[in-house]
């Protein structure tokens, strides 16, 4: 059974920081390109970032760029999003998620729908 658990999530102030974990299970982690989705509260659900099984990185979003980063630890089956120099507008409930690809999709609207971990949420105020 295929399974995507989010943690580190919470509360962070502007201009702050938070590190979002991902620890999947089920699959090799190794095989697939992997990505971070999030949910503005009444937004769509947006791609932010992709990672490919080589690990090259892959932006949807623009307002997270020099932000924002995205790193894997296959050997750990873990994924991560490191992200610095936060605003209000990056609050939204983010997820982890896996694609069926070795590379990133160009559009984030192409990704496999099956594989989502349940969301955390991230909040940024003051």
């Known amino acids: 059974q295929v399974q995507l658990v989010e943690s580190g999530g919470g509360l962070a102030q502007p201009g702050g920081s938070l590190r979002l974990s991902c620890v999947v299970s089920?699959?090799?982690?190794?095989?697939?390109?992997m990505g971070w989705f999030r949910q503005a509260p009444g937004k769509e659900r947006e791609g932010v970032l992709c990672?490919?099984?080589?690990?090259?990185?892959?932006y949807y979003e623009d307002s997270v760029k020099d932000r924002f980063s995205i790193s894997r630890d296959n050997s750990k089956n873990m994924l991560y999003l490191q992200m610095n120099t936060l605003k209000p507008e990056d609050t939204a409930v983010y997820y982890c998620?896996?694609?069926?690809?070795?590379?990133?999709?160009?559009?984030?609207?192409?990704?496999?729908?099956?594989?989502w971990g349940q969301g955390i949420q991230v909040t940024v105020s003051s």
């Open positions: 990672i490919s099984v080589d690990g090259h990185s892959l």
């Open positions: 089920g699959f090799r982690l190794g095989d697939y390109a």
């Open positions: 998620r896996a694609d069926t690809a070795r590379d990133c999709e160009a559009n984030a609207g192409d990704w496999s729908p099956y594989y």
